[in-house]
């Protein structure tokens, strides 16, 4: 991977925030684009509505305003949901963008009753029928990870019959995404925003992947979940690395863009590139201010963290 430089002076990444008056690609003259395109070390990817007040409510000038800004990939947990045609101007838009397609949720996840833990036929066969499905989906918006979450413990089990029937579920679910190079990445929630869910760690999330042994099931690194369920972030990080294929970020407490909490972003997104990630890191958080302001400090904060 090619190592940048982007170290300014302070009046250089205050003046990169200032929305100029240059008119956007789409064409359209209502809109302002950043003032400075930054070259990121890392794929970091927005989501859609976290630029809405400077880009207006339309997806399309939503995606221009992020490329405009240095950002060269997309994550949208919701496009599973949205119609066809959206799908497929939005993938048009991003090609003609250079940009890359991140996660999107892939199946309906049981928050509150058991699904892939308990073995349930009925509940196995619905969760690979939306597999199935999500594979269409990833081809019409060139998307290669998909967001797994095995859903909720069954209590009634013990731990290892949970696992073994959770490691069932994703080898059938490889065997739907590998003849398509898709991957689905499994996300471990902590217990204070997501109680009683069965894959809460990443050396969890590792056994899992190790025990299926797919190149299709990888772990998705929510770091933010991490800081909150087991800390140690980069340790955890290198010993699961095999395994990671995608990582998501919010900083802790209140899910906000790094630097407004207790994770040094600096240092981990900096031991990310030394280890040559090449994949997409999902900035899957809110904004700590609001309005157009509250937008651009959420690219001066990546700007901030990406100094290496």
Not at 59 to 67: G, H
Request: glycine fraction near 8%; include cysteine; charged fraction near 25%.
């Amino acid at each position: 991977m090619e190592r940048r430089s982007f170290i300014k002076s302070g009046a250089a990444a205050s003046a990169a925030l200032v929305t100029g008056g240059m008119m956007h690609a789409s064409g359209n003259p209502g809109l302002q684009a950043p003032a400075e395109k930054h070259k990121f070390n890392l794929k970091y990817a927005p989501h859609f509505g976290m630029f809405k007040n400077n880009a207006g409510e339309d997806l399309m000038d939503q995606l221009q305003f992020m490329a405009d800004a240095g950002f060269t990939a997309l994550e949208d947990n919701g496009m599973k949901r949205k119609e066809v045609s959206m799908q497929e101007k939005i993938a048009s838009k991003m090609a003609n963008l250079g940009m890359e397609m991140g996660v999107f949720v892939a199946h309906t996840i049981y928050w509150s009753e058991p699904s892939l833990t308990s073995g349930d036929k009925e509940k196995l066969d619905g969760f690979l029928k939306e597999i199935r499905e999500s594979v269409e989906v990833a081809k019409r918006v060139n998307a290669t990870w998909m967001t797994v979450v095995p859903g909720h413990m069954d209590l009634r089990k013990d731990m290892g019959y949970q696992t073994s029937n959770v490691v069932n579920a994703l080898r059938r679910a490889s065997d739907i995404l590998e003849p398509h190079g898709i991957i689905m990445v499994l996300e471990p929630l902590n217990f204070y925003n997501h109680p009683g869910l069965f894959l809460k760690e990443i050396p969890q999330a590792y056994q899992v992947c190790q025990a299926v042994g797919s190149p299709s099931c990888k772990i998705l690194d929510d770091l933010y979940h991490q800081q909150i369920q087991e800390g140690n972030l980069i340790p955890n990080m290198d010993h699961a690395w095999e395994e990671i294929a995608y990582f998501q970020v919010g900083d802790n407490p209140g899910r906000k863009e790094p630097t407004t909490g207790e994770i040094n972003y600096l240092n981990v997104f900096k031991h990310i590139h030394e280890k040559e990630f090449s994949g997409i890191v999902g900035m899957e958080h809110g904004n700590s201010r609001k309005g157009k302001e509250g937008e651009l400090a959420v690219i001066k904060a990546y700007a901030s963290v990406d100094q290496f």
